[in-house]
């Protein structure tokens, strides 16, 4: 599987834009980009996907450079309740070929802290 | 509401005495996985189901057993739990379309001593 690579952890203050990168110089073309989150003591949640296109949801933004080797989460306005261990994940499309674990595959992700 | 529920949240046993640890979803989904999350390692795939009575390992399945013989159910089974086996547990289930998202469970703290 393709890897992604993300920066450990990053700060921001609350009510400002954080943009969290992530690396992927090997995706492929039917690779989607998926990002989710882990706030503390919770399961992960579902953020954002994509595939070349920018995206925005209620909760964020992607930006995926048009090469797609590399992407970008952004917050638009960081709040406290943001703070939490974001992963960028790869994903084929047609998901659950049955072929293998089909599973998310978690890298460590980034831990965002936000400073009020 | 949408859900993935687990039971228990928290669980302190002693080697060997057989647990089970349930998982239930609301959502009709087809897909159902499990996962352990440990310090330093992350999160790592259990086991999975892809329908009734489908299941299969994924990158951790040593020491535990899973069923599927409801959609809404899946539940983890531990036979002779080990200390190696103290971790964090998530349920996740899924449609089965082509980037559909996962949906996780709030975790079950398993402490084996």
């Known amino acids: 599987d393709a890897k992604t690579t993300q920066p450990n952890s990053m700060e921001s203050n609350e009510e400002e834009p954080v943009h969290l990168p992530c690396n992927h110089s090997t995706i492929s073309g039917t690779d989607y980009i998926h990002w989710y989150r882990q706030l503390p003591s919770q399961g992960p949640e579902y953020v954002i996907h994509g595939l070349t296109s920018n995206v925005n949801n209620r909760m964020a933004s992607l930006a995926i450079a048009e090469d797609r080797k590399s992407s970008t989460l952004i917050l638009h306005r960081a709040t406290l309740r943001d703070a939490a261990v974001y992963y960028c994940i790869l994903r084929k499309a047609g998901g659950y070929s049955g072929g293998g674990a089909d599973g998310l595959t978690f890298g460590k992700g980034t831990h965002l802290i936000i400073q009020p | 509401e949408a859900q993935v529920t687990q039971n228990p949240r928290y669980l302190i046993t002693v080697t060997g005495k057989k647990l089970t640890v349930t998982c239930s979803q609301n959502m009709n989904h087809e897909y159902m996985s499990w996962y352990r999350q440990d310090p330093g390692l992350g999160l790592r795939q259990i086991y999975y189901?892809?329908?009734?009575?489908?299941?299969d390992k994924g990158d951790v399945p040593e020491g535990y057993k899973v069923s599927r013989k409801e959609k809404r159910n899946f539940p983890l089974i531990l036979e002779s739990p080990s200390p190696n086996q103290t971790s964090l547990y998530f349920c996740?289930?899924?449609?089965?379309?082509?980037?559909?998202?996962?949906?996780f469970g709030p975790g079950t703290r398993l402490t084996v001593l």
């Open positions: 996740a289930s899924s449609s089965l379309g082509t980037t559909d998202t996962q949906y």
């Open positions: 189901s892809m329908n009734v009575e489908v299941t």
